[in-house]
Nanobody, 125 residues
């Protein structure tokens, strides 16, 4: 019954911006970490950004620092990934996931328990 639904992907030119959303449902836990990952065609899924289940501590892949921002506003069950200055190499399917066990933001896929279906981000030159 747990469901994560990503949205906000689309086609954007290089240098443009997108904001991805991840809406969670079916979770009885009041606190959980969230992460964003992406998978380009023919490539392994890689870590992008994460936020801890307590304290709202964020962690970013080096490629995302300064351009991407993960957030989870108060009174919302939606996690966002604001992506600015997008580059063609950012083209991928972006996934969100929940981390029910770790106290710190996690970059390893194995730390996450539930995954969304993904949303396509395409950045053109």
């Amino acid at each position: 019954q747990v469901q994560l639904v990503e949205s906000g992907g689309g086609l954007v030119q290089a240098g443009g911006s997108l904001r991805l959303s991840c809406a969670a449902s079916g979770l009885t836990f009041t606190a959980y970490g969230m992460g964003w990952f992406r998978q380009a065609p023919g490539q392994e899924r890689e870590f992008v950004a994460a936020i801890s289940r307590v304290g709202g501590i964020t962690y970013y892949a080096d490629s995302a620092k300064g351009r991407f921002t993960i957030s989870r506003p108060n009174a919302e069950r939606t996690v966002y990934l604001q992506m600015n200055n997008l580059k063609p190499e950012n083209t991928a399917v972006y996934y969100c996931a929940t981390d029910l066990g770790r106290l710190s933001p996690a970059a390893r896929q194995a730390e996450y328990d539930y995954w969304g279906q993904g949303t396509q981000v395409t950045v053109s030159s």
